[in-house]
């Protein structure tokens, strides 16, 4: 039955379409019109379907089509709507919509108008198939689909040979992730096939099914669920490019600025942390494997922010931010270890994703104008003292910086200091508690660093002398109304949502979620919410106080250096993961080109030989053959047969 | 009796004569001619598959074989001169087509017709000729998926041989076509000889035991097979002594079927006839090679080797084939990974997505086995159009060398570079497009018989990204390297190429998004080939009852 539901994903999928049609009959940069028009229809229909529509239940299915139906292979493409979704749904399309319309102004004469809008619609439309989905196996389809939308944004400029590298790697490291996720996936409707004997479920995949059987799976394969619970997530640190998966993200940000703001920071990376919230009713019965997310999360949290410390782009300040601010998120949701923190990880998590989106999308944005008007410089080294040239844009990234550091009163404080919370109590009580405490302390530490490397930047780029790069030209300028209105917007999104949070409307709202427990006794430590504040305000004085001064000679250090080189990382790698790999790909091409080859080779002169023995003559090849093929014919058929 | 079976053998046979005789000296109207035969055969294979669909399900009665349309004659039924247990061996010269063998038909037409399209640009010399031997090594094929009984199999399997001689001779690389071609002609005599010795055998052992006609009929002697195959079970073990019955015949014969197959669809480790006649012969030549002539061999163990050896099949699946499959998987990615050149490149990444089929077919699932049927056409198509593409490229480059990269060709060939991101990301399975569907259901197949090989047939997903994106990167992204450009020549494909490569990206999607209707073709022929691996439901749900009761009583312990 076709319900305005269908429009969230639809009215992107249209779009997207009606771009590769405006292109193809060349249309230039009418692009946009159908790709802004398509993004406000799912946009809407997200938000009158979150808020507006009357007497919704709690969930619901709307049938779609059947995809793959082979033996005990069954797969419908449905959606399902419940609380989560539509939480995400509405971060996704409102924030596409806005970065969209920015991107108007930002992509103008650019060559590839046409195909930017139009991957950018297929991206929203994977997006909210993404989390519209109601089995793990349609969502693995449109999680792959997002990525590849991905690999091609961020390979859009691709006469640019860095783009085109960082392209292939972010395919490459999130296909190692999804290598985990499938098999997870697979495995699980297996398991669930295996225990679901009787056949009364027919779709294996799907939520339901799974979390109507999560009880039995868990008393009847307890060592298979630990090891599905964990391949999910693989899957869930590769999109959210958490350590040891991180590396793909600050390359990620050699595509076009809005790309980074949407899908690189406020959407597509708030997947992993999406799958573990959906699948939270299955993974509460791996206690492990949600202790092993707020580990990961927590070393990616704190790693993110030291590297990001000593980046001197202002965009892999951003991208390294995210890295970390996406830790926060799995720090949290992983307390969900505890069976009676499920509800709150679960809302803490999604809570921080939801402020984050705004404020991360407001600082990109923000940074977009200022790469426009440098001439696409963005090494803070070249630029300076850009408050007088761009007032606007200076008070947005400010607004942005504050509800990034968590300082009071704006969105990320809150949300920051709800995970902190959570892992507070989970410190306090349940089965890891000294795992925990040292996780707060993480957490804690890592918020001071956020404060001191987000106001950092903010001085370096905004304070101080003015200085332009000779790319700019002279017309370094604040960039145009169609840019600073989104811009507007979120900002008074990063200002405002915050507030959603203790005002208990998050809670209430995700509270419907089925399957989701109920956060009761919102509890939170004031002792918490007074330190992340005193945390936050501290790191951006303390960045004031030790912002750069032109001329300073830097103070080098070996830790410097080594953050400056992300932590050599990247080199770790490629020293014990891809050249070991190559080294071993050589050698057998090699062996294949001499042994393998070789041999056989060296077997079929065999009957050469044999056929020129026999008949003493110079004979053809056809010809042994055709007298080796009677003789062994005969002798086989007399064995076999007379045996 | 459908007529329509001969017919879309004999049409591009008869057209490559017509054009032979017609157009010889014309090279331009004789390839456009040869392009007008395959559109008629494509037009006859789809009114086959609208009676196909219209056929009713076999139901499985009449054993794991059984086209759901068929052409069969008194007059061209012969009794051979061959007698086995008194009676004279029956030849009843069948034609017929159930699921998979419609989808290899359909296969063989689309790439056929795209392969002709493109060549029609490429080739300048003898290009009629071309023309004729790609229709009539098209009609080869096409007889081995219709036929039904073992001798017709056996004949249009070995046809097809020389007119691929002749096109990887006479249009290949110059100084190497000569001794690829010998290469690919001593692997497939070296397959061919144990092959068509295994037919006879299982002809005479099952006429010796089973009691029926003695016959080289296909569904006859499944069906036969397949009662014994029953009685075998029921008793247990208990060896019996009639021949097919017994384990130990059926792998003798197996193994020399498997040779024959086994080199044909350039399995592990029979596959270095592949590389050498890959890169030698025509690149267009090449895609009718890797899209369909490597599916001889896999549709081979399909059609014969699974309904007749049921026994051995069950004993080398997991052990022999399916992991032969999963490191073919592994192998083909990490050589491709190596590679230097274009089209070796593409010849071991085909060796790799062969992998899965393998792994599909072997898993004896009804999932995996669909889903390998599907890969089949999905890999066929996929492959055929890189491959066409590379032609293209090498026609433009007259290299295919891939040291100078990166070249930066998206830049000039824009429509060239949207269509080969399309298929090489198609050909990574993505899903979406056509080949994460049978890729996907061959591992889950497999997962459910051996999670090992199908974890290490799983990693090829990652691999096979790998080398893919890396020969994007290299061939198309970057700044044009004009130094290299400067040798080039031609424009971006044009209208030709466009009608041939659009309609396959075309399936590609249509079978990524909506499988089921390809799938429900396909599932009830591979159901009733399958099901005698499978246990029984009833003796299924005891399986997983004792099954569960064993961990209830490991847990007890604990």
């Known amino acids: 039955m076709p319900d305005i539901v269908w429009l969230i994903p639809l009215g992107a999928l249209v779009g997207m379409l009606g771009c590769v049609l405006v292109r193809l009959i060349g249309g230039g940069e009418m692009a946009k019109a159908p790709a802004v028009l398509g993004l406000g229809v799912s946009a809407v229909a997200a938000l009158w379907v979150a808020f507006a529509r009357p007497g919704s239940a709690p969930l619901e299915i709307y049938e779609g089509y059947r995809w793959i139906d082979v033996g005990a292979f069954f797969v419908n493409v449905d959606i399902r709507v419940d609380a989560l979704a539509l939480f995400l749904l509405v971060v996704v399309t409102g924030i596409s919509f806005l970065v969209a319309c920015y991107s108007v102004g930002y992509m103008h004469k650019d060559r590839g108008y046409g195909r930017y809008f139009a991957v950018f619609s297929g991206f929203v439309f994977s997006m909210t198939m993404l989390v519209l989905a109601d089995n793990l196996l349609v969502l693995f389809a449109f999680w792959e689909g997002v990525g590849v939308c991905s690999y091609l944004l961020i390979g859009f400029w691709y006469e640019r040979p860095s783009a085109a590298a960082a392209a292939t790697k972010a395919f490459l490291v999130n296909r190692i992730a999804d290598f985990g996720l499938l098999i997870g996936i697979l495995l699980l409707g297996h398991v669930v096939g295996q225990v679901n004997a009787n056949g009364s479920f027919l779709e294996r995949f799907d939520y339901e099914t799974i979390f109507s059987l999560s009880n039995e799976i868990a008393a009847e394969h307890s060592m298979l669920l630990g090891i599905i619970g964990s391949l999910l997530l693989l899957g869930a640190i590769g999109k959210s490019a958490q350590f040891p998966l991180h590396v793909w993200l600050p390359d990620a940000m050699e595509g076009p600025t809005p790309v980074s703001a949407l899908i690189h920071a406020a959407t597509m990376v708030t997947a992993g942390v999406y799958l573990l919230a959906r699948m939270s009713p299955l993974l509460v019965l791996t206690p492990g494997v949600l202790m092993t997310a707020s580990v990961l999360g927590g070393i990616t949290a704190l790693l993110g922010a030291l590297i990001a410390l000593f980046q001197h782009d202002l965009k892999r300040v951003l991208a390294y931010s995210t890295v970390s601010q996406l830790g926060y998120m799995f720090l949290g949701i992983g307390c969900a270890a505890s069976v009676d923190l499920v509800g709150v990880a679960v809302m803490a998590a999604m809570f921080h994703l939801f402020t984050h989106a705004f404020f991360k999308a407001l600082l990109f944005l923000s940074a977009g104008n200022v790469m426009h008007a440098m001439g696409d410089v963005i090494d803070m080294h070249r630029f300076g003292g850009l408050r007088k040239v761009m007032p606007v844009t200076n008070i947005a990234f400010l607004v942005g910086a504050i509800a990034l550091s968590g300082i009071p009163p704006l969105a990320g404080f809150w949300s920051k200091d709800a995970i902190l919370s959570v892992v507070e109590r989970a410190s306090e009580a349940g089965p890891a508690r000294g795992l925990y405490a040292v996780l707060l302390f993480v957490g804690f530490f890592t918020a001071l660093l956020t404060a001191i490397y987000t106001f950092r930047a903010y001085f370096r780029t905004f304070w101080g002398e003015t200085r332009l790069p000779e790319e700019a030209g002279h017309h370094a300028h604040e960039a145009d109304t169609t840019m600073l209105l989104p811009i507007a917007v979120l900002a008074i999104g990063s200002i405002l949502v915050g507030f959603l949070g203790p005002a208990g409307w998050v809670d209430s709202f995700l509270s419907r979620t089925p399957h989701l427990p109920e956060a009761h006794e919102h509890g939170e430590s004031s002792i918490v919410m007074l330190l992340s504040a005193i945390l936050g305000l501290s790191g951006a004085v303390f960045a004031y106080f030790t912002r750069p001064k032109l001329g300073a000679v830097p103070v080098d250090s070996g830790f410097k250096r080594a953050g400056a080189n992300r932590f050599y990382i990247d080199e770790i790698y490629g020293a014990f993961v891809v050249l070991p790999l190559q080294a071993i790909s050589s050698l057998l091409a090699w062996l294949d080109r001499t042994v393998v080859n070789g041999l056989f080779e060296f077997i079929a002169t065999i009957p050469r030989a044999l056929g020129a023995a026999i008949r003493q003559t110079q004979s053809g090849i056809v010809q042994s053959y055709a007298l080796l093929m009677a003789v062994g014919i005969v002798v086989l058929l007399i064995t076999i047969v007379r045996q | ?558």
């Open chain 2, 1 to 558: 009796m459908d007529p329509l079976l001969p017919a879309i053998i004999l049409t591009p046979i008869a057209g490559a004569v017509a054009i032979l005789v017609l157009f010889r000296n014309d090279p331009k109207r004789g390839p456009l001619a040869a392009c007008a035969v395959a559109a008629l055969t494509l037009v006859l294979s789809i009114s086959l598959a609208d009676k196909v669909s219209k056929a009713p399900i076999p139901t499985g009665e009449n054993g794991p074989v059984e086209p759901r349309v068929s052409f069969a004659t008194d007059w061209l039924s012969i009794d051979l001169p061959v007698i086995t247990a008194g009676k004279k061996v029956h030849w009843p010269l069948w034609l017929g087509v159930d699921g998979p063998g419609l989808a290899m038909v359909l296969l063989t037409s689309v790439v056929t017709l795209s392969t002709l399209l493109i060549s029609s640009r490429l080739i300048d010399h003898r290009a009629t000729d071309y023309a004729a031997m790609i229709l009539l090594t098209s009609a080869g094929m096409l007889g081995v998926f219709l036929s039904m009984d073992l001798l017709l199999f056996y004949i249009f399997f070995e046809l097809t041989l020389i007119p691929l001689l002749v096109l990887i001779t006479v249009w290949g690389e110059k100084g190497t076509a000569w001794p690829a071609a010998r290469k690919f002609l001593l692997y497939t005599l070296a397959g061919s000889i144990p092959m068509v010795v295994g037919f006879a055998g299982i002809v005479f052992a099952v006429t010796d035991s089973a009691g029926i006609d003695a016959t080289v009929s296909i569904p006859a002697i499944a069906k036969a097979v397949a009662h014994q195959h029953v009685e075998f079970n029921h008793a247990a073990g208990a060896v019996s002594d009639k021949l097919l019955s017994a384990e130990s015949t059926q792998c003798w014969f197996f193994g020399l079927v498997f040779l024959g197959f086994g080199i044909k669809m350039a399995l592990l480790p029979f596959h270095s006839w592949l590389p050498t006649t890959y890169s030698s012969s025509h690149p267009t030549t090449t895609a009718i090679l890797a899209a369909v002539v490597l599916k001889l061999g896999i549709f081979g163990f399909l059609r014969v080797a699974l309904p007749l050896l049921p026994l051995a099949v069950e004993d080398y699946a997991i052990p022999l084939i399916g992991s032969l499959g999963a490191v073919a998987v592994v192998f083909g990615a990490l050589v491709a990974l190596a590679q230097r050149d274009l089209r070796l490149l593409l010849a071991y990444s085909s060796l790799s997505h062969v992998g899965f089929i393998t792994l599909g077919l072997f898993s004896l699932t009804v999932e995996g086995a669909s889903g390998a049927t599907l890969q089949m056409v999905n890999h066929g198509l996929t492959t055929a159009a890189l491959f066409l593409l590379a032609a293209v490229l090498i026609d433009r480059r007259r290299s295919s060398d891939l040291d100078s990269a990166p070249l930066g060709l998206a830049s000039i060939y824009p429509r060239l570079a949207v269509l080969f991101v399309f298929f090489t990301l198609a050909g990574t399975g993505v899903p979406g497009l056509n080949n994460f569907v049978g890729e996907v259901l061959a591992i889950s197949g497999m997962l459910s018989r051996s999670p090992f090989l199908a974890v290490v047939a799983a990693t090829g997903i990652v691999l096979g990204a790998w080398y893919a994106l890396r020969l994007v990167q290299r061939l198309l992204f970057g700044k044009p390297n004009l130094g290299v450009l400067a040798g080039y020549r031609g424009a971006d494909l044009g209208v030709r190429e466009l009608s041939s490569l659009l309609p396959i990206a075309a399936v590609c999607l249509a079978i990524g998004v909506a499988p089921n209707w390809a799938m429900k073709m396909i599932e009830p022929d591979v159901k009733a080939l399958v099901s005698q691996f499978e246990p029984t439901p009833t003796a299924k749900s005891e399986n997983v009852a004792s099954l569960a009761d064993r961990s209830k009583v490991t847990e007890d312990h604990q």
